[in-house]
């Protein structure tokens, strides 16, 4: 049974320090989203990667977050420096990059910025 | 510009009767794509179907169902005899056929399934 994979699945940190946030997509999936999940925002697609290469961050802060995938099987998403508002449910999702295309979701990671 | 509305913020109901999720979106993309999905207490988010919007049949998957009404621009989703396992939030979604990979999500219904 093929799953998107998040770790760490919980996180808790002060206010300044860095933070990154890991995925493996389903192998064999080429595109990667990354979303954040607020109560006052709801679901939000901060970007995401087709064939490794970023097609629209336009969701994310530029100032303190980044998005890379270092390989084929792995995302990243970095904090830095992180603030308290940017507590919230981080997810990644993967799919097959076609136009009838379904994302399906890992299991999230729960940042918690104090 | 693309939207979708579920205007049911929290159901609750009792084991065994029947929930109609409302979904209304908004789009000028003539081929698009509806979504639902589930997102138990545990908090994952679970795909629950996907329908074409050349595709106006309903569907039926054991105890849920799925009506796409493109003249209303709905896409509710029915849970007959409802278990307390299906207690979650769900969400509807919208993608367009073009030039985009990006899902609209609703704000979701809590459903609340009480024994």
């Known amino acids: 049974d093929a799953r998107v994979t998040q770790t760490p699945r919980d996180k808790v940190t002060e206010m300044g320090q860095e933070v990154t946030m890991r995925c493996q997509p389903i192998l064999g999936h080429n595109t990667v989203f990354w979303y954040r999940q607020t109560m006052m925002q709801g679901l939000e697609l901060l970007a995401y990667?087709?064939?490794?290469?970023?097609?629209?961050d336009s969701g994310m802060p530029k100032d303190r977050f980044s998005a890379e995938m270092p390989d084929a099987t792995l995302a990243t998403l970095k904090i830095q420096p992180s603030e308290p508002r940017d507590s919230a449910v981080y997810f990644c999702a993967s799919g097959l990059g076609t136009s009838t295309d379904t994302q399906y979701f890992g299991p999230g990671t729960r940042l918690t910025v104090l | 510009a693309q939207k979708v509305t579920q205007a049911q913020t929290e159901i609750s109901v009792v084991e065994k009767e029947d929930v109609t999720l409302d979904c209304v979106y908004e789009t000028r993309d003539t081929t698009y794509y509806l979504f639902w999905y589930k997102q138990p207490p545990s908090g994952e988010l679970v795909f629950l179907i996907r329908?074409?919007?050349?595709?106006?049949q309903n569907e039926i998957s054991g105890r849920y169902s799925w009506n796409f009404q493109k003249s209303t621009s709905s896409f509710n989703f029915t849970i007959t005899a409802s278990q307390v396992v299906d207690s979650a939030v769900y969400f509807c979604?919208?993608?367009?056929?073009?030039?985009?990979?990006?899902?609209?999500f609703g704000t979701g219904t809590r459903l609340q399934v009480f024994p």
């Open positions: 979604a919208l993608r367009g056929a073009y030039n985009t990979d990006k899902l609209i």
């Open positions: 990667f087709r064939n490794r290469a970023p097609l629209d």
């Open positions: 329908r074409n919007s050349f595709d106006e």
